[in-house]
């Protein structure tokens, strides 16, 4: 057996919106090292009988790539699991450096976003036509690393696209300061708590008084905040992809009768 560390996205919480090709590499990993704060239990339980089983969460970098590096070298395959889709806030670039640097193989398994996750959980599509048509995902600078440039809400907000803010749930009176000059005080807010959990909960608010709401609610983590006018329930056009006037290669102009 070659030895090789498996990236694995384990979706936003609920156990059953992992992937089947990640639930298969856990089932088959005798070494899982998981981020227990946000992954479930349920998730790496699925591991092989006398599987060493780590939550990552309490280990350093150093800790975690030395127990990758022990794997491997005597021919074992790693499940290193991480929540929603580790492409985004998964810190896995620089464990991916460290194995490159080893000569370690990897691979990565995607998982359903948090902020995917949420808009099903919502009801929602992001893109409404002619509402908003971009989305971007984003984060704000609090104890963790700046910024670049270019990446602040002030700049990101002359776009007036739909804002799903990561790790940013206690900076709620800089995003209303930074956001509502282009967006307006009226603009809605989503709060997305624990999304998949058994305690998701969602805040609806507008960033005048969405901070209050939350703080109401005793929110400090583990939330995603979206803003724009796609969440508000106004009118908008059809799309026209399924517009009776609108022909394409899989659905060619028909004959008038």
């Known amino acids: 057996m070659t030895g090789i560390v498996h990236f694995i996205g384990a979706g936003p919480g609920a156990p059953d919106l992992i992937t ?8 088959r990993c005798p070494v899982c090292l998981y981020a227990g704060s ?30 990758m590096e022990a794997a491997v070298a ?18 896995i670039a620089e464990q991916i450096r460290r194995l490159k640097a080893a000569g370690i193989a990897y691979d990565v398994t995607p998982g359903v976003p948090a902020f995917a996750a949420a808009a099903a959980a ?22 963790s690393s700046a910024m670049p440039e270019g990446e602040d809400l002030a700049t990101l907000a002359r776009t007036r696209a739909l804002l ?8 709620l009176l800089e995003i209303e ?5 282009a967006y307006g005080a009226d603009c809605p807010v989503v709060v997305a708590y624990r999304v998949g959990w058994p305690d998701e909960a969602f805040i609806h608010g507008t960033l005048a008084d969405i901070r209050d709401k939350v703080r109401a609610a005793k929110i400090t983590r583990t939330a995603l905040v979206f803003v724009g006018r796609a969440l508000a329930d106004t009118d908008f056009r ?9 022909a394409h290669v899989l659905r060619p102009k028909r004959k008038a009768v």
Request: avoid cysteine; aromatic fraction near 2%.
């Open 122 to 143: 919502l009801g929602r599509e992001l893109t409404i036509p002619e509402v908003s048509q971009t989305v971007i995902l984003t984060r704000t600078a609090m104890k």
């Open 74 to 91: 005597g021919g074992k395959e790693v499940a290193r699991v991480h929540s929603g889709d580790p492409s985004l806030y998964g810190a």
């Open 177 to 181: 300061r930074q956001l509502a000059p």
């Open 164 to 171: 799903v803010i990561h790790l940013s749930v206690r900076n």
């Open 20 to 27: 089947v090709r990640g639930l298969r590499l856990i089932e």
């Open 38 to 67: 946000l992954v479930p239990a349920e998730v790496v339980a699925a591991a092989p009988p006398g599987a060493r089983v780590l939550d990552t969460a309490p280990m350093t970098l150093d800790e975690i790539v030395a127990e």
């Open 238 to 246: 059809d799309s026209a992809l399924y517009d009776a006037a609108h």
